[in-house]
C-alpha cells in the first residue's frame, strides 16, 4: 500500500533568528522519507526546510500520519507496546503518564487547585493524574476528535482543534504544559506569543521536546522525522522562550530536553516578539560548526553500534572507531558506545582493541573530566606506561 507524504516545497527561515542559510544535516527521516535538516548558520537551530505547509501537514495529521507512524501505544512494564484495547494498554499508559504527571507536578511545583492548560492532551490522561494526585483544574487543547471526545469523558474542559484557534475568554492559568508538541509546530514563535497571553502573571510554562544533543537512535533513521519541524537544544528553545517574553527559569538536559518559563516581567506585550539577538543563546560555544559536527560524528558512531550490537565483531568495526573518536562527540553518547565496544572486546579477549579506544579518548578532542577517566581505565586494562605517557 503506498502512503501519501505530504510535499515538502515550503522553504522557510529558521524559526528562531529569521535566517536562511545553514548547514545540511541530515536528507532523511523516519521511514526512508525524505527529510532536509539544517543547521542554522546564525544561531545553531535544527530545523526543516524545505517543509510541507501547514495544511498539508493538517492533512497529512488527519488522514496518513497514524498509518506510517502505527496505531497509538505505549511501553507497558512488560517492555512491549500495548494499543488501546490490549490486556496491557492500562498498565502501559500508567508507565508513561504517571512520570510525566509527576514531572510536571514538579516543575511547575503545582498547588491544589491550580489551573492547568496543556497543549495536546491527547486523552488527558496525564492531567486526570495530576488531578488525582495535586487536585488541579484540567483543561487541554486536543486536534483528534477521538481523544478529545475521550478526555471530555474524563472530566477535562477539553477543547477540540488547534491552538490558533482556542479562545478560553478572560480565563488564564496557573501553568501551561506540553510534551512532545513543540517540534511539530509551524509556527513556535507564534504559538509562544498566544500562550503568553493565556498564562497568570506569576504563572509557569512547562515544555518537552526531544533534545538534539541526545538524539536517540540512528539520525536519519529514527531521530529525525517528517513531522518534527523543529529539533531544539537546550540553548535554543530557551533562546526562543525570550524572545516571546518568557524568562526561563530551569533548563533540564537529559535525554529528553525540560524547560521551565515564567513571563518576562520587564518587557510588555508591545515590544514582542524580541528581536532576534545571539545574547538571548547565553554563554556558549554551540555555534554551527560545534553542532553539526557532533551530529555527523553521532551518525557515524552509531551506525557502528548498531552493526556491533547486531553481532557484527567487534574487533572488525574498532578502527573504524578510533576514526570517529578523533572527532568531538556528544558527551553521553560517545561514553555509550565506548562502554559497548571495550566491554564486548574484553568479553572476546580483544585487550588490545579494546584500549585502543579507551585512548583514542584519551587523545581525542573531548571533555578533559572524561579523558582523564578512560585513561584510568586503560591503564587498569593493562595499557603500557608508554602508551600512558604518549596518551598525557
Known sequence: MTLEIPDANDAVPCPLCGDHEGAVVGEKGRFGMPVRNVCCATCATVYVSPRP??????????????????????????GQRAAPGDS??????????GPQADNALLLGETRKGASVLEVGCRHGRTLELMRERRGILPFGIEPGETEAEEARRAGIDCFTGALEDYEPGSRRFDQIQWFHVLEHVHEPLQALLKLRRLLEPEGRMIIEVPNVYEPYGSLEGNFFQNVHLVSYSPRTLPALLRRAGFEPTRVVDGGALFVVARLNPHVSAAELPLPYSPALLGESADDTSWVATRLGNYANLEQLAELCRAGRAPEELAPMVLRCLRFPAFTSHLLDVCALFVERLVARGQLDPAIAVLLAVVNGPHPAEVRAEFRTFAGRLGALPEQLAAAG
Open 53 to 78: 505547509t501547514a495544511a498539508a501537514m493538517a492533512e497529512y495529521y488527519r488522514s496518513t500520519y497514524r498509518k506510517h507512524y502505527g496505531a497509538v501505544g505505549y511501553i507497558g512494564p512488560d
Open 88 to 97: 496491557g494498554y492500562e498498565a502501559a499508559l500508567q508507565q508513561w503518564h
